[in-house]
């Protein structure tokens, strides 16, 4: 499948990891970018839709890369693995937030939001829960699903009459 975020401890495989996180920030990036191109802004030609989609794509991927470069940097300056790393990896990408949105407010709330969030997600590593469940293996429903009998009352069969 690949290399994934937790395959190497931490502070190990740098590059592994920022690529890993910006690949990650790029999808999420381009499925934003595309919502925001179709729904709210509409630009009108090809080249304003690229540079929307460069507008909203490439700060998020710089959140990822910020956030991974931080943490291993952290956790190799520190010499020991712990929660404050991933908030400083937090506070980076929220200050690459900030930057973005051009507003020292909004990048300390993003360094206080992404923090706590990178914290939560360390602690859940930490103690073994996890802290966004995975979806479930089979969903109940389907394009067939019409053709099921969902209902709590039996069927009447065909032949019944209204009486009067």
Request: glycine share 16%; net charge positive; proline share 4%.
């Amino acid at each position: 499948m690949g290399y994934k975020y937790y395959d190497s401890p931490d502070g190990q495989d740098c590059l592994k990891k920022m690529w890993y996180t910006t690949k990650i920030g790029a999808l999420i990036g381009l499925g934003l970018s595309s919502f925001d191109v179709i729904m709210y802004s509409r630009p009108k030609g090809y080249f304003p839709t690229l540079m929307r989609y460069g507008y909203i794509t490439l700060p998020i991927m710089g959140m990822a890369a910020s956030f991974s470069a931080t943490t291993c940097i952290a956790t190799n300056a520190r010499g020991k693995d712990g929660k404050l790393n991933y908030f400083l990896g937090g506070c980076a990408a929220g200050g690459v937030f900030g930057a973005w949105r051009r507003s020292i407010f909004a990048g300390f709330l993003g360094c206080v939001a992404l923090g706590g969030f990178a914290v939560a997600k360390k602690l859940s590593i930490e103690e073994g829960w996890e802290f966004i469940g995975k979806p479930p293996g089979h969903i109940h429903g389907s394009l067939r699903g019409v053709r099921q009998d969902w209902t709590i009352t039996d069927h009447r069969p065909g032949n019944w009459k209204v009486s009067e």
